[in-house]
């Protein structure tokens, strides 16, 4: 599968954003997708995750209750809804796709895009 993310910015702290990760090249519904979120000289960090369905998801605790990953199927397409963002909230977003159910461990995502950068100003 081959992924493509999108929607990152420039924005200041307290603004939403919308980012998005369009696929391609095998049935979206076979693969859970993640989003993980790397900073500048820090390792690339879990944020959320869904599962095929879209029934099930999972957040880090930093962005619990502020992040919303969804995703439509029939588009292609899993989104991160981020709202309240902080400058903390500040890297490169990248979203990725895995056969292994429930996950959220960085070694399970066996595909990822080319990320989109998110910079939050104070």
């Known amino acids: 599968v081959q992924l493509q993310a999108s929607g990152g910015g420039l924005v200041q702290a307290g603004d939403p954003l919308r980012l998005s990760c369009k696929a391609s090249?095998?049935?979206?519904?076979?693969?859970?997708m993640g989003w993980f979120r790397q900073a500048p000289g820090k390792e690339r960090e879990f944020v959320a995750a869904?599962?095929?369905?879209?029934?099930?998801?999972s957040y880090a605790d930093s962005v619990k209750g502020r992040f919303t990953i969804s995703r439509d199927n029939a588009k292609n397409t899993v989104y991160l809804q981020m709202n309240s963002l902080k400058p903390e909230d500040t890297a490169v977003y990248y979203c990725?796709?895995?056969?292994?159910?429930?996950?959220?461990?960085?070694?399970?995502?066996?595909?990822w895009g080319q990320g989109t950068q998110v910079t939050v100003s104070s």
């Open positions: 990725a796709a895995t056969f292994t159910t429930a996950t959220t461990q960085r070694s399970d995502f066996g595909w």
């Open positions: 090249g095998h049935p979206f519904s076979w693969y859970g």
């Open positions: 869904i599962s095929r369905s879209g029934s099930t998801t």
